[in-house]
């Protein structure tokens, strides 16, 4: 059983090296015990942290390190976090019609900062909201639509949050 642990804690290293969405892995590991396994129930919060545990301290450990190498806040392009988050608030729900129906696909698109909160903004911050009120309002009876639903705006959470991206190194 360690060896497979210790396999585990690699494979999660190894993701961290290839892509930097990996460091919500943990996040997704706590939303899953939370929604969708039984264990929740019968664990105590302490048990639940000692298996996590290990995967938070290797996704901050590479978050620092991320940052020490890439660069700082400082480093960053001049888009403040406000501004950022409420341009991805749209790209959010860009990415799910993409999905729905992938029509005009483009591998650079580019949207206009938004420079303060319009109504545009304001409408997908609440459907976000919406959708994460739909998750707990249902998470008894569709767990793995919560799950979903959580999951999705985790995993964008490393690119497509508050932290606009590291100027690229010149």
Partial sequence: KASWIVLVWLLFLAALLTKLIAVTVPALFALWEFFCSPRPRRDGLREQLRRLLPFIALAIGFAVLHERIVGNA??????????FFLTESQVWFRFIRQYV???????????PWATGLDLASALYIAAAAALFALAFIVRRIAPVLAFGVCWYFVALGPTHTIVPPSAPAR
């Fill in 74 to 83: 400082t480093a960053r392009g001049a888009v403040g976090p406000w501004s």
């Fill in 101 to 111: 129906w992938p029509s005009a696909l483009c591998a650079d698109l580019t949207l």
